[in-house]
């Protein structure tokens, strides 16, 4: 098999782990028929009387589909918001394993056209909302959050009106802020959001399992956390609309509902009847991945499931660390050399402020692999692309093609560079098959991409400076270094892996 087919095969078995099907069956079971209980992940809650269901996000009408199956007849009713136009394009895609069967007991309200909310949304979130004011102490409520699940559950609180919010975090959106911050703002105006499902919910059980799209999997900034005790208070969020600008023309609405806004989050014993639970994250999609790499005949190594920052400096990241591992199979990692290209590692790590990432650790770990085995380093998150053109493309297609020439760059520089002596090949992709506006779901690359690339007249630089990176993709021999999926109808951010084999000992 080519390292293409190897790197392909790695990217299936990361999201064959999260889709929603076998990560609900791993999760969640239904046992005993008298006196049945939900086992999540090995915790038991009792079934006392009804089972309700509700669920709001981007994976979660797969989720739902799965969960019906589990809990049968003992599901009494259920309620999920999910993005417009979902079930037709996965009915379109032939997963009918993610729709709900014909009688289901869930109803579907499909919304948030855009990622944005929207009227649809908004009779979502209000069902939504019903459904768990009318609980008792009897009930137990499975709730299904996804990434996306901020705008289908939209729930301002009065006087602040729908078009309201969304203008503000839309500006927000445009002036950079990160979803940490977009969504401690979203927390602070919303109804449902920040732990008030829960709140509502109260005094049923309330399980929730969670899909993370986030760095970290914060539990409180997931889908901005509706189930779960908020850590911002409303003084967190007025630093965040001033970090940006926007305290000097709030809406009356929004000022009104921030000076009655309680100081202090809720208290976190007022969410003892609640159960948070990832299922689905980055992480388990690389470790997956790693089994699968092993399995290859791969030594594997994950470099971290919290990879961010701007994409430019992310890409310098990656070429680094594949000299380094180049260096290592041509048994030149001791060098200077190697010292110099682990001191630029070490800085590059610092500026980009990689939660949890201990390089220091890692690249002692790397120093311990052999020079036999071929080499695959895993990683996983979310870069920034600061968008400059008008050209179509995605942070992972503009990823690969930043890496491509870097590659290419380091060959030019270096005579004898220790990547002439490898075979690489680097992937990076988005989990839910979608990188921006685009069919593609990332790109792969290899050093010779900016080479070959210009036999065919294609100017990388040129759709770099373009951000126009799935046109060259789409050009660049045929489109064969788009990875293409399709829609995957789970997303637990993005994925990169780095594959090299030694050409020849030395
Ligand atoms: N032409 C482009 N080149 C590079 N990146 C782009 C381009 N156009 C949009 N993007 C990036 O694509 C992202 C938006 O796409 P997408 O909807 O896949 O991401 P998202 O909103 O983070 O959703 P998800 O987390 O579900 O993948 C943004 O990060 C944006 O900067
Ligand atoms: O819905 C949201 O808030 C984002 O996808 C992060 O979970």
Redesign the pocket.
């Known amino acids: 098999m080519s390292l293409r087919e190897h790197a392909l095969s790695l990217f299936r078995s990361a999201v064959g782990t999260v889709r929603p099907a076998p990560m609900m069956k791993r999760a969640l079971k239904l046992q005993g028929d008298r006196c049945p209980q939900l086992l999540v992940k090995g915790q038991a809650f009792p079934v006392k009387r009804d089972l309700y269901l509700v669920g709001f996000g981007?994976a979660v009408l797969g989720m739902a589909a799965a969960a019906e199956e589990i809990l049968g007849d003992h599901l009494v009713r259920g309620i999920i918001s999910v993005p417009l136009g979902i079930q037709e394009s996965l009915q379109r895609a032939g997963m009918q394993e993610m729709l709900l069967k014909p009688h289901s007991k869930i109803q579907v309200i499909e919304g948030a056209k855009n990622?944005l909310p929207d009227a649809e949304a908004l009779k979502g979130a209000g069902a939504i909302q019903q459904l768990a004011e009318g609980l008792t102490a009897d009930d137990l409520l499975l709730v299904l959050i996804s990434?996306?699940g901020s705008a289908l559950l939209p729930a301002p609180i009065p006087p602040i009106l729908l078009e309201e919010k969304e203008k503000l975090t839309k500006m927000l959106a445009s002036r950079g802020a990160a979803i940490q911050e977009l969504n401690i703002v979203r927390k602070t105006l919303s109804v449902l959001k920040g732990g008030g499902l829960a709140q509502l919910a109260y005094p049923a059980q309330v399980v929730s399992l969670i899909l993370s799209?986030v760095i970290g999997d914060p539990l409180d900034i997931i889908a901005s956390g509706p189930t779960a005790a908020s850590s911002h208070s409303v003084q967190d969020c007025l630093q965040v609309l001033a970090k940006y600008n926007l305290l000097h023309n709030l809406p009356k609405s929004v000022e009104t509902v921030l000076s009655s806004s309680p100081t202090k989050p809720t208290a976190p014993e007022n969410y003892s009847h609640v159960s948070n639970i990832i299922i689905g994250s980055n992480t388990l999609a690389l470790d997956e991945a790693k089994h699968h790499a092993e399995s290859l005949g791969y030594a594997a190594l994950v470099l971290s499931a919290g990879i961010r920052g701007e994409v430019g400096r992310v890409s310098t990241l990656y070429c680094q660390l594949i000299r380094l591992v180049c260096l290592g199979l041509a048994g030149r990692a001791e060098e200077p050399l190697g010292d110099e290209v682990r001191g630029n590692l070490l800085q590059l790590a610092a500026e980009l402020e990689i939660p949890g990432l201990d390089l220091a650790k890692f690249l002692q770990a790397l120093r311990g692999l052999g020079p036999e085995r071929p080499v695959c380093i895993l990683a996983g998150g979310?870069t920034?692309?600061q968008?400059q053109?008008s050209?179509?493309?995605?942070?992972n297609?503009?990823l690969a093609l930043r890496v491509g020439l870097g590659l290419h760059r380091a060959q030019a520089m270096e005579g004898s560079s220790p990547q002439g002596r490898c075979e690489i090949i680097f992937f990076s992709g988005?989990t839910?098959g979608?990188?921006?506006?685009t069919e593609a779901a990332g790109a792969f690359c290899s050093p010779g991409l900016v080479a070959e690339a210009l036999q065919e007249g294609l100017d990388v630089e040129a759709f770099l400076r373009n951000?126009?990176?799935?046109t060259f993709f789409s050009q660049f021999q045929g489109g064969h270094h788009l990875l293409v999926t399709g829609l995957t109808g789970t997303?637990v951010?993005d994925i990169q892996a780095i594959l090299i084999r030694a050409l020849e000992r030395s």
């Open positions: 981007k990622n990434g996306g799209d979310e920034t692309v968008l053109g050209g179509k493309g995605g942070r297609q503009e988005g839910d979608q990188d921006g506006p951000n126009d990176s799935y997303n951010m």
